[in-house]
């Protein structure tokens, strides 16, 4: 039989609440049965499996003891645990308010708290259980690994580093991940948009049961949307469409947004348009595409764009289709998807390679005048930078490197050579070379890398980035922004670009495996020199040029 208590109450606070045993509560929760009917204090409840029942008014609970069961009625609720057990649960069941919840700054407690149609502050310092009524309520949640049911419009802030949930529902909510991992799920048909602010964790949005809008403002994390068949995908953030249609996502900021095909024959679109049933608005945002095993076609948006091909086909052709698409056929591995891409930087493979994406590069001078490389053609004669007879292009090589994802960066980090760096008009504009890649200067050539001096020769901040090579019938100098390079020469190599017969995974110019200066100086137009008098005479001559720079300015 249930209890109500009196004594102990002085001038409306209860003090030294502490009672182990008896019948004081109702079957439900347990403990002590509390009538107010003015604001009350109770200070303290030590002890362990008590239950306080308030079914008055105002109420203000500073709790600690371990495994509390506080039930408050409408009149609302001001709880602070200071002294948690983290092997016991301390249960809080708020009326319809408005409620004031902390939990132990000390992160170690475990709570479930469930509150009303009030508007709650619920701060949740460990591991909690919340289950926030239909008010307007602000939660915010530091440590621990905690599960968030939301009903109203609610704004959530997630600053610790566990791994939390969110279920939204009814209401319209205003997440902010911070560096959690986070997991949100819509479960309400009838749900409103869902605003995910910029964070750095690995988030997770499922639309799981009705159309459903998200707006992301991209930071540190991305957002994926997965196609019609549910395909999910593990790191970076991810927003998974569910069974229903009309899913709409609105990305702003520099992050990646990441769409993901399914099974079915897929249109992805970074120019606004639908993915496995998602809307997408246009977006400047870098973006991933994860083409699925149906005859898919893709097309980027304004950003850097990437196309992935990840664990889905053995072996893969590229060629160039019409109006500048590219057409990616797979050739083994049980699978017969051809998917069209436009408007793409970048292919990436299961195995990490990357291949070309005719992207605009250097001017090379033919005898028509000088062509961006990405345009050149096999056939196409270009002018020699040694005043020999012009040459027809053999070959051209292309790939994408992504320096930041090489084994070993210094080996393909580009290079840039200033305009006038050698003199007037040589180059003519910014000259940008792979470190092994050699000029032509005073009658050797000199791989750019050793020309390095910090001030017009200078190492680019790695990036991702395409190279090509151009291989002439015979080795020799081209024009490159009118500074003489070297033409390519087959020492190996060959297989690190994407018109090989086979393709490297991670390329390397500059083969340690072989002796390069005797090949160069077997095969070469001219000798290759690293050091010696012809390198410091070039580095003299790129200083006394960059002084006359700098006394100019």
Avoid at 62 to 71: K, L, P
Avoid at 229 to 236: K, S
Avoid at 334 to 361: K, M, P, R, W, Y
Wanted: aromatic share 6%; net charge negative.
């Amino acid at each position: 039989m249930a209890s109500s208590l009196s004594a102990g109450l002085e001038d409306g606070t209860l003090t030294a609440l502490n009672y182990t045993s008896g019948p004081f509560a109702p079957a439900d929760f347990g403990g002590i049965v509390f009538i107010n009917t003015a604001p009350t204090e109770i200070v303290e409840i030590p002890a362990q499996d008590v239950g306080v029942v308030i079914t008055g008014g105002l109420t203000s609970i500073t709790g600690g003891g371990a495994g509390e069961t506080v039930v408050a009625g409408s009149g609302g609720l001001t709880y602070t645990d200071i002294t948690p057990d983290g092997n016991t649960i301390d249960y809080i069941v708020a009326g319809d308010g408005p409620n004031l919840i902390t939990t132990s700054t000390t992160g170690t407690g475990n709570y479930q708290i469930n509150t009303g149609a009030g508007n709650d502050t619920i701060f949740v310092f460990g591991n909690a259980l919340v289950n926030a009524g239909t008010g307007n309520n602000t939660i915010s949640v530091s440590g621990g690994s905690s599960m968030i049911s939301s009903e109203g419009n609610d704004n959530i802030t997630m600053s610790g580093t566990g791994t939390d949930s969110v279920n939204i529902g009814t209401g319209q909510a205003t997440i902010n991940p911070g560096s959690a991992n986070l997991f949100i799920y819509e479960t309400s048909d009838s749900a409103k948009p869902l605003f995910l602010a910029p964070g750095t964790g690995s988030d997770t949005v499922s639309l799981s049961t009705g159309p459903g809008t998200v707006y992301a403002g991209l930071g540190g994390n991305s957002v994926l949307i997965a196609g019609a068949d549910g395909t999910a995908a593990t790191g970076a953030a991810t927003l998974l469409n569910g069974a229903a249609s009309g899913d709409q996502l609105y990305a702003t900021g520099s992050g990646a947004v990441v769409l993901a095909a399914g099974s079915g024959s897929e249109t992805l679109s970074g120019a606004g348009g639908t993915v496995g049933g998602v809307s997408m608005s246009a977006s400047t945002a870098d973006l991933i595409f994860r083409a699925g095993t149906g005859n898919d076609v893709i097309e980027g948006g304004s950003g850097s764009d990437t196309v992935e091909f990840f664990g889905l086909r053995a072996d893969y052709t590229v060629a160039e289709g019409p109006a500048g698409t590219l057409i990616v056929t797979a050739i083994d591995g049980g699978f017969s998807g051809v998917d069209t891409l436009s408007n793409i930087e970048t292919l990436a493979f299961a195995d990490e390679t990357e291949t070309q994406c005719f992207a605009h590069g250097t001017h090379i001078l033919t005898l028509s005048g000088e062509v961006p490389v990405q345009d050149l053609s096999v056939g196409d004669v270009l002018v020699s930078g040694t005043g020999g007879p012009p040459q027809a292009i053999r070959w051209i090589g292309a790939r994408r490197v992504d320096c930041h994802r090489h084994p070993d960066p210094d080996k393909v980090v580009p290079v840039r050579i200033a305009a006038n760096a050698f003199g007037q008009g040589c180059p003519h504009r910014d000259l940008v070379l792979s470190p092994d890649h050699a000029v032509f200067a005073e009658g050797v050539l000199i791989p750019v890398k050793h020309l390095v001096n910090g001030k017009t020769v200078r190492r680019m901040p790695p990036r991702s980035l395409m190279y090509y090579h151009i291989e002439l019938e015979q080795h020799d100098v081209v024009l490159a922004e009118g500074l003489p390079c070297e033409s390519y020469l087959d020492t190996g190599d060959r297989a690190a670009f994407s018109d090989g017969p086979t393709t490297d995974l991670h390329p390397a110019w500059g083969s340690m495996a072989r002796d390069i200066m005797l090949i160069m100086d077997a095969l070469g137009v001219a000798p290759l020199r690293v050091e010696g008098p012809e390198v410091e005479a070039a580095r003299a001559k790129l200083y006394r040029q960059a002084e006359a720079f700098a006394n100019i300015a």
